[in-house]
């Protein structure tokens, strides 16, 4: 009998409703929605993968190594079957014991019952203890030092490799780099930076932030990072640019930083990366490397309201395979710690839908270059990130992860934050920039335009 139809009957057993997607068999047989993205099983080994570990990381693991792949739009896919998990609620699908011994029975007769396979070889494999500063740094050795190489290829020329601000629609006039400017610009504005600030970039990336602040806003600036492939592309660039004079990057961790306050402090999309009990240590420390009065400003992922994304490190994918050791909290949760280390939350403004915008051309790139990514990065590695990427697309679609940039100010010993007392002021706002964006009519351009 063709396999396909015997597994199509399985997973609509346990799934209580129609197979959401297309099934091809590696004997050729198909099976499932008559529309839509296939998935392919081009190995049976894909299915012991799932025996020795049901769920997520066996799919992750067989689609890492080739033996799952998805012909069509894998976002669509991912989607189809998130709608179905919604469908079941909380609780999501559970296969039965009848369940699991329909599917040994099934394994036997496709001869796929045997030893747990080897995981592929671009999966995490962190020793030491959780959040330790050795783990740490091999955390992020494990996602952002790829390639340099392979992040240029992806990214806009300024590698900023987190959220974008859509001040317009894409357009062939406005795009992904665009955004990338305006985040960073709305950034430097939110901190008030003038000429002659001194500005500390914690987790600072390839220094987009680091330069686009010397050069436009004239500030002495001091970024650190994990990653040794980042501080040197970071080095080259800010050689190149003459702004040595300036800008200052450092291999070194959060906790290590020992300087006199800084006047204004920036942390992009960093705070996941720190881990829930260090949390209350790095929002104490951030305070403490403000002066008072200074501002501080924190764009952080989050995962949603309970139900919607209980997985705070987004996952067995992500979690194996791209930000091992990454925690994320509901937004609320993060203020509480924030608040407790003596900062005041002045402002936050949600960016969800504008990371919908950045992934996707991130996204573009990858699978419409895909034998250049390859070429940079092999094959596991393209096959992670195509996964990635969709999933990532999805997630903030749908609203089961967030993002937010948090302006905060240290008071003085007397309370007084010095903030001016217009909210256009305090949050940085260009109005022509906000009239522009509002001025097309749509409901969604106005959600891309300035704060208000």
């Not at 609780?91 to 040994?104: F, I, N, Q």
């Not at 436009?216 to 050689?239: K, Y």
């Not at 930083?257 to 420390?285: C, K, L, T, W």
């Amino acid at each position: 009998m063709p396999v396909a139809p015997q597994l199509a009957a399985l997973v609509e057993g346990v799934l209580g409703a129609p197979l959401p997607v297309r099934i091809r068999a590696w004997d050729g047989s198909e099976a499932g929605a008559a529309d839509g993205p296939v998935a392919v099983l081009r190995h049976r080994r894909a299915l012991r993968r799932l025996l020795w570990n049901p769920g997520e990381l066996g799919l992750a693991r067989a689609f890492v190594a080739g033996e799952l792949d998805v012909e069509g739009d894998l976002a669509e896919g991912l989607s189809r079957f998130w709608r179905l998990a919604r469908e079941h609620g909380p609780s999501g699908v559970r296969p039965t014991r009848s369940d699991a011994l329909a599917a040994a029975r099934l394994a036997a007769r496709f001869g796929v019952l045997g030893p747990r396979p080897h995981p592929p070889a671009s999966e995490a494999r962190l020793g030491g203890g959780l959040h330790t500063r050795r783990r740490d740094r091999a955390a992020i050795a494990h996602h952002y030092d790829l390639s340099n190489e392979f992040y240029a290829f992806l990214l806009d020329p300024r590698m900023a490799y987190s959220c974008g601000y859509w001040t317009r629609p894409a357009s062939p006039s406005y795009g992904l780099a665009d955004a990338q400017r305006d985040k960073l610009d709305l950034i430097c504005r939110k901190l008030g930076l003038r000429p002659g600030m001194r500005l500390l970039d914690v987790g600072c990336g390839w220094a987009s932030l680091l330069v686009h602040a010397a050069q436009h806003h004239g500030v002495t600036a001091v970024g650190v990072t994990l990653s040794a492939q980042q501080r040197a592309f970071g080095l080259a660039r800010v050689r190149e640019l003459g702004l040595d004079d300036r800008v200052e990057i450092r291999l070194q961790d959060y906790r290590e930083i020992d300087d006199p306050p800084f006047d204004a402090v920036a942390s992009i999309e960093m705070g996941e990366h720190v881990g829930e009990d260090n949390y209350p240590v790095y929002a104490r420390q951030l305070h403490r490397l403000l002066v008072p009065r200074g501002r501080l400003l924190l764009q952080q992922m989050s995962r949603g309201a309970a139900g919607t994304n209980s997985a705070p490190g987004g996952g067995a994918f992500m979690e194996r395979y791209v930000a091992p050791d990454m925690f994320m909290r509901p937004l609320g949760s993060t203020l509480d710690l924030l608040e407790a280390a003596g900062l005041e939350v002045v402002d936050v403004h949600a960016l969800r839908e504008h990371y919908v915008h950045t992934v996707r051309p991130w996204l573009d790139t990858l699978q419409d270059r895909r034998d250049e990514a390859v070429a940079l990065v092999g094959e596991e590695q393209y096959r992670i990130w195509r996964l990635y990427l969709a999933g990532a697309a999805l997630a903030f679609e749908e609203n089961r992860m967030g993002v937010h940039q948090v302006l905060m100010v240290r008071p003085d010993a007397e309370g007084r934050s010095g903030l001016p007392r217009a909210r256009r002021d305090v949050v940085g706002v260009d109005p022509a920039a906000d009239h522009a964006a509002a001025g097309n009519g749509s409901v969604r351009d106005v959600l891309t335009a300035a704060p208000r």
